[in-house]
Structure formats: C-alpha cells, structure tokens
C-alpha cells in the first residue's frame, strides 16, 4: 500500500460516533493532522465538519435522487445510513477550500489541514471519486498557497462508510490530473497520537516599516499588499539563518525528540546583520510616511515523540511566519472593507457622511501623519483536543465573544467552552507606545495571566526561578566578597609589621 496513516483512536471514535448520531445521510468536512512525521508516515487528530454556507449544507446527495437528503433509512431506525447507495455526492468544492483556508489560519505550529473526509455510503463514495478527488486538490491549493509550512504532494481522502461502519484511506497528489487510479489505497490504523505530543513556544520580535507612498487612490490597497507580502517574506527568509535554542541548549542537525519534557521554551539567536524586515515598494515614488508594525508575538508549535528536533524548530518557525501572515491579512481585509464601505457611501446620498474607521488607507494616516503605529491583531489560544490549543486573532474592537463565535462555526465547538480559558498571550498588543520593557530589576507581573497552561506556567516559572536565582546569589556574593577584602587586608597590615620589626 505504500503509505501509512494512524488516526487518534480515541478523538476520532468519539467524533464519528457523533456523525452517525446526527442522522445526515451525507457529510464532508476537514482533516487536521501531521504529514510526514516519519517514512511515509501520516497522522491525523480530528476531523473538523464543513459548516453550512447561507443555509445549505457543503455536502449534499445529487440531483438524481431528490429526496435523498431526507434519509429514509433514518425513518426505519436506521439512523446516519443514506436512503440511496450509488447517489453520487454533490459537493460545494469553493467552500470546503475556504473552510480549509480559515482553520488552517486558527492551527498552531505542527498541525495543519492534510485533507478531508467524507461520510456516505460505498455507493455514493464510488459514484463520486471525480468530484472527490476535485475537492481534494482545491484544499491542497489553498494550503500550498498559504505555504504555512506544510510541504508535500500528498493529501488524504478518508471515507467513513455509513453501511457497514469502517474507515478507509486514500492519498492523492495535490496538483496530478484526475485518472480512475488517481487516488491510492492507504494502510489505515489507529493509536493514542494527542498524549503523546509536546509543545515548543517562544516569543519573537518583529519590527515592520511599511512606507506610505504618493499613490494613485485605485492602487493604495495594491501597493500595500503587495509590501505586506513582501516583507512577511522578508521575515521568513530572517528566520531561516537563525539559530535555535531549546531548554537552553543549542539544536543539532540529528537530535531527536525524546519522552521527557513535554513543554520546551525555544529561543531564537538572530544573525548579527539580521535588521529589521522591509519590503520593496517605493522604486523612486514620494513618501509621506511611515507605518511601524512592532512588537512581540507569541508563537507554539507541537511536536511527535521521536520527531527529529530540528522539525520542531522548523514548525515553531513557520507558525511565526504564519501568524505574521494572518494578522497583516487580516489589516489588509480590513483596510479593503473600509474603502468599499466609503465607496457604497460616496454612492447613497441619502447615507448620513460617517467618517470611517481609521485603517492603513484612512485619509489621516495618508495625509496628516508621519509616523504611525498600528496594533496588530492579538493572538488568543483557545482549548481545543486533549491540551491542544488552536488560535485565532482579535481586532482592536473585537471581544473574546468574537473569537468563541468564530470558533464554534468553523472548528465546531461546544457552547460549552468557557471564555475564562481562553489565553491572551499578547494582552498588551503590539502598539510600540504600550508596550514598554520590563524593568531589569523587577520580572514581569503574572497576574492577568491566571488562566495560562502548563506550558505557559512552566515557561514563567523558568523565568521567575532564573530570577530568583540570580537574586539570591548577588546577597552571597556581595558579603563573600566583603569577607575577602577585610581578611587580606588584615593580613597585608600584620605583613607589613612584621617586616618593620
């Protein structure tokens, strides 16, 4: 069969125990997972449900049997069993990337979207392959494209057939024309994968200028994605020379990740002429001003026992480069919102003048201002499976409500999740003018921190016990010190007695 795939038995028993629950006669939705982590090796965690989209479903059985969405087998007792076998399955494929695009942005470092599934029956699934295999490689176009780290060819295609209940796999190349042997058998098998994974986290600093420039009004939103763009790269590119640090050791090439630690604080050493990450916009144009993006971000990774380290590393690096990515995106999706908004308003006279909200494009920062900071979008870890966390990204007037809404459509979380879980790693944003050094001699305070995991308990307990450390060794050292200066001088004084004697 060639390759491998091993699901979590208890995470995914649970949620396909949940599909045959719900009676649909039909579902598609995401595979979250790891690619690669050993020789033809895969892995996946969850299985995330394609939500509805302005009220149909993502996945629904085709025109040939009309009534097939009721499930007549449901009416029978035998509930989640399609009314028709060999239906074939209609599929909304331009949604489904768009759900893979969202929820690839919410995944932390080391996990990533690496296919999809489908619930029918076997009819169905052999009546759909084309249309299946179609939906495959449009999620594979968007994770390519989103380039978060994810490099392979390869993508999954799992089946949970409705009648008799089973799991099969199969693989497919993310970018190969569709042919009757296109998708590959896969050996399917289950184990206990989310306890046996680790955390790496660190913090990183980026200082991004972005130049306003004397533009054309249609080419503003243009100039800046394109820089945004550009200086994310200049970042990644950044990142690529720097030297990691784990749990205070330096990484080499063939360490391993051992069943030790399960939280690890990483530290990245820049290169003496890596300068601040700058795009290519201006190409002899005037400039008004600029715009400083500046701060620390919070970036987390999970890693596989016996991973090699060096793939951690890799992954924490790409969810930093990631997490720049969406939050600039998203600036970007808001500067464009604001300008169509005034457009629709310049249009409606009978539309009361609101003045806009301020954005990168607002008329104050393009003609009034010199300089100016722009708060990033705050990162939140949410609980997800088993300890895991997902994230996802608060504007400035955005409240943790948002984030649990966004997280209950698309990842497909219980109302239950309580919002005191929810971490604010980056509380204090990313404004220059707020966020201030720590004095030296007194460490940051952890009280707005309350709800942190173990990770995040560990890593400051690290740094409160280095702290501690080093303030209670000065007091011993100072009166040593002291101590030696008197005795020598003493025996200096008794010396030089005894010599005029």
């Known amino acids: 069969m060639g390759r491998t795939v091993v699901g979590d038995e208890s995470q995914l028993e649970a949620q396909v125990d949940s599909i045959f629950r719900s009676g649909a006669p039909v579902q598609v939705g995401i595979l979250v997972g790891k690619l690669g982590t050993g020789s033809s090796r895969d892995l996946v965690f969850a299985l995330v449900p394609t939500p509805p989209k302005d009220g149909e479903e993502a996945a629904t059985l085709g025109p040939s049997d009309p009534q097939g969405s009721r499930d007549t087998g449901a009416r029978k007792g035998n509930k989640g069993k399609p009314a028709s076998d060999g239906v074939p399955v209609q599929i909304a494929t331009d949604w489904v990337a768009e759900h893979a695009r969202q929820v690839s942005r919410m995944l932390l470092g080391g996990l990533h979207v690496v296919g999809i599934y489908l619930f029918s029956s076997e009819g169905s699934f052999r009546s759909s392959l084309a249309v299946l295999w179609k939906a495959v490689t449009a999620v594979a176009a968007v994770i390519l494209s989103g380039n978060d780290g994810v490099d392979s060819s390869e993508y999954l295609l799992l089946h949970i057939s ?34 046996n994974l680790q955390e790496f986290a660190c913090t990183y600093s980026v200082d991004i200028r972005y130049p306003v420039i004397v533009d054309q009004p249609d080419r503003k939103l243009e100039s800046l994605r394109k820089y945004l763009y550009s200086s994310v ?23 391993m990740l051992g069943s030790g630690n399960v939280v690890h604080a990483v530290e990245f050493i820049q290169p003496i002429d890596g300068g601040a990450a700058t795009g290519s916009i201006r190409h002899g144009r005037k400039m008004k001003g600029r715009v400083f993006f500046k701060g620390d971000l919070h970036a987390r990774a999970y890693a596989v026992v016996r991973e090699p380290l060096s793939r951690a590393v890799a992954d924490l690096k790409g969810d930093i480069v990631s997490s720049l990515r969406s939050r600039l995106e998203l600036l970007v999706d808001e500067a464009e919102e604001a300008e169509e908004d005034a457009r629709a308003q310049d249009k409606d006279a009978d539309v009361p003048n609101v003045p806009p909200p301020e954005t990168l494009l607002s008329t104050q920062l393009s003609m009034d201002v010199k300089e100016h900071s722009v708060a990033m979008p705050r990162r939140v870890l949410v609980p997800w499976l088993e300890g895991t966390m997902i994230c996802d990204y608060m504007l400035p007037d955005e409240s943790l409500e948002d984030v649990q809404e966004r997280c209950m459509d698309l990842l497909g979380l219980e109302q239950s999740v309580d919002i005191s879980s929810f971490i604010e790693v980056e509380i204090l944003g990313l404004v220059p003018e707020v966020v201030q050094p720590a004095p030296a001699a007194s460490p940051a305070p952890q009280t707005s921190r309350s709800t942190n995991t173990n990770l995040d308990r560990s890593i400051d307990q690290n740094v409160v016990l280095k702290d501690k450390k080093t303030s209670s060794f000065s007091f011993p050292l100072a009166f040593v010190g002291a101590v030696l200066t008197v005795m020598l001088g003493l025996l200096l004084s008794r010396f030089l007695m005894q010599k005029q004697q």
């Open 162 to 195: 409705s009648s008799p209940r089973r799991l099969s796999c199969r693989s497919c190349p993310g970018n190969a024309p569709y042919s009757a042997t296109i998708l590959r058998p896969c050996e399917w098998k289950t184990g206990k994968l989310l306890d």
């Open 233 to 255: 790269a200049a970042e990644a590119k950044r990142l690529e020379t720097a030297q990691a640090i784990v749990d205070g050791k330096l990484v080499k090439p063939d360490d």
